[in-house]
T-cell receptor
Framework: DQQVKQNSPSLSVQEGRISILNCDYT??????FLWYKKYPAEGPTFLIS?????DKNEDGRFTVFLNKSAKHLSLHIVPSQPGDSAVYFC????????????FGTGTRLKVLA | ETGVTQSPTHLIKTRGQQVTLRCSSQ?????VSWYQQALGQGPQFIFQ???????GRGNFPPRFSGLQFPNYSSELNVNALELDDSALYLC????????????FGSGTRLTVV
């Protein structure tokens, strides 16, 4: 049972334009969400997170939106840069106990110069 | 400040053998979590260690076991290797269970033949 889903395996965007990566989850108990970026041969790198008490969090070019009623979150990258080309994973967790993260299957973003 | 280091980076084992993977956590981090990432999938939680005690476990059989040492480094042991154990094994450390985003190592690529 895939509790966190990223339905787009890949996305191509022109440099300078907006990249929008989507993520859906099924467990309404999740209360903390994160995005990680992964380059080949490297471990995932933390990008941005959001608590369920918020619906938006910004950090520079990266903004995460959370729609709890739709159980949906998205990551916006504006403007997209070629260095953003990577695999992006969303993850969800319960902020009690282990805090184990449930990851989606990832979206490969390619930013075209 | 050093990050999370994992060893070895690559490993080939035969079905039925045993393997030990090692992880040095980031300086100041007392929590280590292990994840398995199969090809084309997101990382899956194996277990977490906090101050040398297991602090939660995912849906992995008992042949997956771990240890955390007083310096907060950690080992993942897998007995009776199966072909499906072939994956990237990621170690992540944090200031506390969950923290605000783990710091991941680059992983150990295990191939079982």
């Amino acid at each position: 049972d895939q509790q966190v889903k990223q339905n787009s395996p890949s996305l191509s965007v022109q440099e300078g334009r907006i990249s929008i990566l989507n993520c859906d989850y099924t467990n309404s108990m999740f209360d903390y969400f994160l995005w990680y970026k992964k380059y080949p041969a490297e471990g995932p790198t933390f990008l941005i997170s959001i608590s369920s008490i918020k619906d938006k969090n910004e950090d520079g070019r990266f903004t995460v939106f959370l729609n709890k009623s739709a159980k949906h979150l998205s990551l916006h990258i504006v403007p997209s840069q070629p260095g953003d080309s990577a695999v992006y994973f969303c993850a969800a967790t319960l902020t009690s106990g282990t805090y184990k993260y449930i990851f989606g299957t990832g979206t490969r973003l390619k930013v075209l110069a | 400040e050093t990050g999370v280091t994992q060893s070895p980076t690559h490993l080939i084992k035969t079905r039925g053998q045993q393997v030990t993977l090692r992880c040095s956590s980031q300086s100041g981090h007392n929590t280590v979590s292990w994840y398995q990432q199969a090809l084309g999938q997101g990382p899956q939680f194996i277990f977490q260690y906090y101050r040398e005690e297991e602090n939660g476990r995912g849906n992995f059989p008992p042949r997956f076991s771990g240890l955390q040492f007083p310096n907060y480094s950690s080992e993942l042991n897998v007995n009776a290797l199966e072909l499906d154990d072939s994956a990237l094994y990621l170690c992540a450390s944090s200031f506390a269970p969950g923290g605000y985003g783990y710091t991941f190592g680059s992983g150990t690529r295990l191939t079982v033949v």
